[in-house]
């Protein structure tokens, strides 16, 4: 078998694992933001002890390597808790909560440097400070943030292949199975390197049209 | 005392172990302008953010109509019958001129959108500013960013209106639309306290003059007195105005 056709032969299997790599890193964006942007919050405006839980948090989940995040949930912690849950569920949610303490620094920043003015203006209204942060610093924040925070897609997508070791059907997982059958690693691997670069591509390509819709005159070139 | 607005009893305030109010007291009746000079660092800015608690007082008392706001517990409620002008306008930066104006009536008074929309054109018209009404803070010149400042404040229909340096920020060229803006709303019965370095302006428009300095209410008195004190009555002021007229 010459190259091209391991490759023709392998490609429907390997590509069918796409859908599980782009859907653990949909996932994972989700959780990452869902949890990251009110730890954001929370270490900004919330009080010493909040802000110091962050912290903790946010040290614990960066100091750690994913593949061990991994194996204590998933082989660790869920089985202790009872809980037989599927690799997928177990691999978004440690990429995501993972994301979520990078994404919270992300916010944590944008909404720093958010001039402190905004909120002394909106106080100065009568609005609460929850309405405030809600209606003047986040639509500005948010916006800050979405450069640095467009980096968590190329991770994200990278790191989804270590949910290769929880046995995750992502396309690292189908490749290698293919590889174990035709034993012509070099045409696979470069064929899956080349799913993920297109994907990288065609992700940051969305990231930077919605970071164009989203941009207001002015706003965040000072 | 029907028609008094604000009354300031013995206001200190310190930031560490610098006392930058020493005890300010005055009162401020319905149509009044008041405007507050003296050199910088001696509290001016302070005072008036103390008034709606954008820097919480140490000691002393502030009245706003018949109520006691120093320890008014929904100082949101308060606020809203302040309007406040800062030097940097702090205009949100992320929304138009018109939404600007708008935001605080749909997120505090709850008002409809159309009934926002309306009141909304309606102060910018008061300020002039209605074409720029799609315009974002970026896209206006420091003078309009201003006047929408002002149409923000105004459209809370506030008792007292406090200006923070509203020029200091300009280029002299820009002043003048602003301080026109102003003195319009002065002369339409709108109560003010403004602290401001136009001597010119607060001399034509200025019902009394307060001098601070050291955190204290030094001198005060009309702007004829003041301004064209003869008779030695107000040696501290007048030593701060050649000061300054001096340097112009």
């Given at each position: 078998m010459n190259s091209i056709t391991i490759i023709l032969e392998s490609l429907?299997?390997?590509?069918?694992?796409?859908?599980?790599?782009?859907?653990?890193?949909?996932?994972?964006?989700?959780?990452?933001?869902?949890?990251?942007?009110?730890?954001?919050?929370?270490?900004?405006?919330?009080?010493?002890?909040?802000?110091w839980c962050v912290g903790v948090y946010v040290w614990f989940l960066r100091g750690l390597p994913n593949l061990v995040l991994l194996f204590l949930f998933s082989f660790g912690i869920f089985p202790l808790l009872g809980l037989d849950l599927p690799a997928f569920f177990v691999g978004a949610t440690v990429l995501g909560l993972r994301s979520a303490a990078y994404q919270s620094q992300t916010f944590r920043g944008a909404l720093l440097s958010v001039d402190p003015g905004q909120m002394q203006a909106a106080r100065s209204l009568g609005m609460t400070r929850i309405?405030?942060?809600?209606?003047?610093?986040?639509?500005?924040?948010?916006?800050i943030a979405l450069p640095a925070w467009s980096n968590e897609y190329p991770i994200l997508?990278?790191?989804?292949?270590v949910c290769y070791a929880i046995g995750v059907m992502e396309m690292l997982t189908r490749a290698s199975f293919q590889v174990s059958r035709t034993s012509a690693p070099t045409p696979i691997y470069l064929a899956t390197a080349a799913i993920?670069?297109?994907?990288n591509y065609l992700g940051m390509r969305g990231l930077h049209y919605i970071e164009k819709r989203c941009s207001i005159p002015g706003f965040g070139y000072r | 005392?029907?028609?008094?607005?604000?009354?300031v009893s013995d206001l200190r305030k310190s930031f560490g172990s610098e006392e930058v109010l020493k005890g300010v007291s005055f009162e401020v009746r319905r149509c009044d302008v008041k405007v507050f000079i003296g050199p910088s660092g001696t509290g001016k800015s302070t005072l008036l953010r103390c008034l709606n608690r954008l820097v919480e007082p140490d000691s002393g008392q502030?009245?706003?109509?018949?109520?006691?706001i120093t320890h008014e517990s929904d100082i949101d409620f308060v606020r809203r019958r302040?309007?406040?002008?800062?030097?940097?306008?702090?205009?949100?930066?992320?929304?138009?001129?018109?939404?600007?104006?708008?935001?605080?009536?749909?997120?505090v008074l709850k008002m409809t959108k159309a009934e926002a929309r309306e009141l909304a054109m309606f102060e910018l018209g008061r300020v002039g500013m209605e074409r720029f009404a799609d315009k974002y803070p970026a896209e206006l010149s420091g003078g309009q960013a201003q006047r929408v400042s002002i149409a923000r404040a105004l459209a809370m229909s506030p008792e007292v209106m406090l200006f923070d340096e509203p020029t200091s920020a300009l280029d002299p060229e820009l002043t003048g639309e602003v301080l026109?803006?102003?003195?319009?709303?002065?002369?339409?019965?709108?109560?003010?306290?403004?602290?401001?370095?136009?001597?010119?302006?607060?001399?034509?428009?200025?019902?009394e003059i307060l001098f601070m300095e050291g955190g204290v209410i030094a001198e005060r008195g009309t702007p004829g007195d003041i301004f064209s004190d003869d008779g030695g009555s107000y040696p501290r002021a007048q030593a701060f105005l050649s000061r300054i007229m001096k340097q112009a």
């Open positions: 429907p299997n390997i590509a069918f694992g796409l859908f599980t790599t782009l859907g653990l890193v949909l996932a994972a964006l989700t959780v990452g933001f869902l949890v990251g942007l009110p730890l954001g919050v929370a270490q900004v405006y919330g009080g010493s002890l909040v802000s309405t405030a942060i809600r209606s003047i610093i986040l639509p500005q924040a948010l916006r997508l990278t790191d989804s292949s993920f670069i297109m994907l | 005392m029907m028609d008094t607005v604000l009354r502030v009245w706003l109509g018949g109520d006691e302040m309007g406040m002008v800062f030097q940097n306008f702090y205009l949100f930066d992320h929304l138009t001129a018109l939404r600007n104006v708008e935001i605080a009536l749909l997120k026109d803006v102003m003195r319009s709303l002065a002369s339409g019965g709108m109560t003010m306290l403004i602290v401001s370095h136009e001597m010119e302006f607060a001399n034509s428009v200025a019902g």
